[in-house]
């Protein structure tokens, strides 16, 4: 199941996870699912991890849903059709939730179609940066079925805005790359071979920054995605902040800082 996701530690304290079935275009099935679970649930465990990329192989970031067959989730038995189609669900929504709830940072390097689920594993990432091959679609309508699926209705509206989301969920259209940079959905478009040095580049940026300082803003932003009023945020801001001063930090920057010398930030 490991050879399903190529696990690379890239850099000092990045690392990327590579969904590996290019012939498929990395499409998903219950297999590649579990083994990103497993991949993202370990990463979550090891502080000495930063920062993450997640890519696919070959020519394609991740097709959407293997049309041959997802398989079975592991809660998926065959004794209940209506529980193990929820199951088999609730396995890809999960994994959505997962990448946003990882404490590290996690870079989308879209190198090409992500459609889909691909989509929304895209959408559940930090930042994107696309290959100038790259594909957008919400493709889930394509087929029948609604395309308010695997957190897309949520994440699409909060990243470009309501209104070029719905045009983009309703017509189920393909987004090239320099479309996806101009709405803001990716924030790079680069040459096919630059992409991963590119988003090797700022997954070291980020690495090289305060562990809690990073997972706090991470943590924060989302949250300001949910949080009703400027004052609330605020408010949550203001305690996040008095926490941070806590650590160790902070005196090592500064005085790294006055130093004129590159912090040295334990994990």
């Not at 090797?200 to 949080?227: C, D, H, N, Y």
Request: charged fraction near 20%.
């Amino acid at each position: 199941m490991s050879s399903l996701v190529l696990v690379e530690d890239m850099a000092p304290h990045v690392r990327r996870l590579t969904l590996n079935r290019a012939e498929q275009l990395n499409a998903m099935t219950a297999e590649l699912c579990q083994a990103l679970h497993e991949e993202v649930a370990r990463t979550a465990a090891e502080r000495s991890c930063r920062a993450l990329i997640l890519t696919g192989a070959g020519r394609g970031f991740c097709a959407g849903l293997d049309l041959h067959g997802y398989g079975a989730a592991p809660e998926a038995d065959g004794s209940d059709e209506p529980r193990d189609r929820l199951a088999n669900q609730q396995h890809m929504s999960t994994l959505v939730l997962a990448l946003r709830a990882l404490p590290q940072p996690v870079i989308a390097a879209v190198n090409g179609p992500a459609a889909g689920f691909g989509l929304a594993l895209a959408l559940a990432c930090d930042i994107r940066y696309a290959a100038s091959s790259a594909i957008f679609r919400a493709a889930f309508i394509n087929i029948g079925v609604s395309n308010c699926d695997m957190g897309t209705s949520w994440l699409l509206p909060r990243l470009i805005g309501a209104s070029r989301s719905h045009e983009l969920m309703l017509t189920g259209r393909r987004v090239g790359a320099e479309e996806a940079l101009r709405i803001g959905l990716v924030a790079d478009v680069v040459a096919n071979g630059e992409l991963p040095a590119r988003a090797l580049e700022a997954a070291a940026q980020i690495a090289a920054l305060a562990p809690w300082g990073v997972r706090l803003t991470k943590r924060g932003m989302w949250s300001a995605l949910e949080i009703p009023s400027e004052q609330a945020a605020v408010e949550y801001e203001d305690r996040q902040q008095i926490m941070a001063t806590f650590g160790r930090a902070l005196p090592e920057a500064v005085d790294a800082f006055l130093s004129k010398r590159d912090a040295e930030f334990a994990d």
